[in-house]
């Protein structure tokens, strides 16, 4: 049976035509069989793709050959173009959305003016040697709230919001000006989201912001459930989270009988369908799965 498999990428680099960029992706997608979304604009590409590995291996080469793209990350996981409904290639302002594409500054090094990257042995190294100056580094959550529910860093601040959009009001509600003098490491899924929030941190006063460099997925690849990750990592597909080992901690709780879960489900309200924690005993009982504090959608 042929193996299949998922990755997360992104590069940061000037594309002069975003449309053309586009149509190129698209057929080479749809000639190795590929699904996946991909978004693509003047500051560069961001997509998730599945297939046979053979498939997606090529797909990886002939993109990294666009010179802009050569130094696109990469990360591997189980999966396949079936965990997609389809594929999706659009241009749009900022592959990330925070609603702020004329502060971004990019050149073909990346993101200009953004945190410091570090690796992960780099992460422990660096809460190692601030603890011995009497300095506590503080991590900061670059992902919508929800996703933090049943995964995120021990101790690590998640800022109030439901997407990226509303960060730069929450960056801006003064409710983190007393982290501006501290080390900051801000971590999202595969690191895109970091790049975008630190710049916009450092932007707003954040003096010393560093960026987990391939984000969660780098770090459980490096010390899986043994470090300072906690819990499940959600991701964008029709699998919802994934886990780095068989070890790993199920932190979410069961919106309904609070039992321990990482199974997210959407509100039964069509014109909500926000996505709630409920457990398996839950959601085989037949009750209607809706926003636990009763869901306000028209």
């Given amino acids: 049976m042929a193996q299949n498999k998922i990755i997360l990428y992104y590069a940061f680099a000037p594309l002069s035509d975003p449309e053309a960029i586009r149509l190129w992706q698209r057929t080479l997608c749809e000639s190795l069989g590929l699904r996946g979304r991909i978004l693509i604009s003047e500051h560069g590409i961001n997509g998730t793709v599945g297939g046979g590995i053979d498939a997606v291996k090529k797909y990886v080469k002939a993109t990294r050959e ?7 990350d990469v990360k591997w996981s189980d999966g396949s173009a079936e965990d997609f409904p389809r594929l999706s290639v659009k241009v749009r302002e900022e592959i990330v959305s925070f609603g702020a594409p004329g502060e971004l ?24 040697a601030k603890r011995a100056e009497g300095q506590e580094v503080v991590f900061f959550d670059g992902r919508n709230a929800f996703e933090a529910q049943i995964g995120k860093f021990k101790g690590a601040i998640v800022p109030d919001v439901e997407t990226t959009h509303d960060f730069i009001a929450e960056l801006e509600s003064g409710k983190y000006d007393e982290l501006k003098d501290k080390p900051i490491i801000t971590y ?17 006063g954040f003096s010393e912001v560093y960026q987990m460099k391939g984000g969660i997925v780098r770090y459980g690849e490096t010390y899986g459930d043994s470090g300072l990750w906690e819990g499940s990592l959600y991701v964008f597909d029709k699998r919802m989270h994934t886990e780095f080992t068989e070890d790993a901690t199920i932190i979410g709780r069961c919106e309904r009988c609070s039992k321990p879960t990482s199974n997210f489900e959407n509100c039964a309200n069509l014109s909500c369908r926000k996505l709630t924690l409920y457990c398996e005993d839950c959601v085989a009982s037949g009750a209607e799965l809706s926003c636990p504090a009763g869901c306000t959608a028209a």
């Fill in 105 to 128: 500054r990019v050149d073909e090094n990346g993101v200009k003016g953004g945190g410091i990257h570090l690796r992960p042995e780099e992460v422990h190294e660096l809460i190692d």
């Fill in 66 to 72: 666009y010179a802009p793209l050569k130094k696109m």
């Fill in 188 to 204: 999202c899924t595969g690191g895109i989201r970091c790049e975008v929030l630190s710049s916009l941190m450092v932007n707003r």
